[in-house]
């Protein structure tokens, strides 16, 4: 057996600086350009990595894709026990937030594949738990207030409202939150 001892921390420490480093480059290259022209090479060579390691990290481009737009996100759960329409005001006012830490980012990440399917899931659960206590105005459909709550929670709707930062995400979710009225009895 080899004396030599492994210190996971600063092992961890440099994977982690490796990791940001890869989203950094990922970052820079999908907001100077389009999505379908990064390349695992080309994310490698600005971080000043191999390929191989970026796919040690990531398994694939569309898993740096959507670690990109998870690590922007940011996304916090949601604590049990907070009254549907409450969630619903909570749900635009935190989608604001996160569209504003980095627009570039989420135009870039836009012109490529959809990387958020739970989206529509957890649209269809806050339409179903705004039904559920009779919160949708009379002849809102399930599929209506999930379309509505899709559209309302989006970037390209935020991005239209935000005017590149002459509006502020609050002032944006107070817009989105008169429009969600359409669904609310």
Same mark, same amino acid.
């Given at each position: 057996?080899?004396?030599?001892?492994?210190?996971?921390?600063?092992?961890?420490?440099?994977?982690?600086?490796?990791?940001?480093?890869?989203?950094?480059?990922?970052?820079?290259?999908?907001?100077?350009?389009?999505?379908?022209?990064? $390349?695992?090479?080309?994310?490698?060579?600005?971080?000043?990595?191999?390929?191989?390691?970026?796919?040690?990290?990531?398994?694939?481009?569309?898993?740096?894709?959507?670690?990109?737009?998870?690590?922007?996100?940011?996304?916090?759960?949601?604590?049990?026990?907070?009254?549907?329409?409450?969630?619903?005001?909570?749900?635009?006012?935190? $989608?604001?937030?996160?569209?504003?830490?980095?627009?570039?980012?989420?135009?870039?990440?836009?012109?490529?594949?959809?990387?958020?399917?739970?989206?529509?899931?957890?649209?269809?659960?806050?339409?179903?738990?705004?039904?559920?206590?009779?919160?949708?105005?009379?002849?809102?459909?399930?599929?209506?207030?999930?379309?509505?709550?899709?559209?309302?929670?989006?970037?390209?709707?935020?991005?239209?409202?935000?005017?590149?930062?002459?509006? $502020?995400?609050?002032?944006?979710?107070?817009?989105?939150?008169?429009?969600?009225?359409?669904?609310?009895?």
């Amino acid at each position: 057996m080899s004396g030599r001892s492994y210190r996971l921390g600063r092992r961890q420490d440099a994977v982690d600086r490796t990791r940001r480093a890869i989203l950094v480059a990922a970052r820079d290259l999908l907001v100077a350009g389009e999505p379908q022209e990064i $390349s695992a090479g080309a994310v490698a060579k600005r971080a000043g990595v191999s390929r191989v390691t970026v796919y040690n990290q990531f398994g694939s481009k569309a898993g740096l894709l959507a670690a990109l737009a998870a690590g922007a996100q940011g996304e916090q759960p949601i604590p049990a026990g907070i009254e549907p329409a409450d969630l619903l005001r909570r749900r635009i006012v935190e $989608s604001c937030s996160r569209w504003a830490t980095d627009p570039a980012l989420f135009r870039g990440l836009l012109k490529g594949p959809n990387l958020d399917p739970e989206s529509s899931i957890e649209d269809r659960a806050l339409a179903e738990r705004l039904a559920a206590s009779d919160l949708l105005r009379p002849g809102c459909s399930l599929k209506e207030a999930e379309d509505v709550i899709g559209a309302l929670t989006s970037f390209p709707v935020f991005d239209r409202l935000h005017k590149n930062g002459r509006r $502020s995400p609050a002032f944006v979710a107070g817009i989105l939150m008169r429009l969600a009225a359409a669904i609310l009895a």
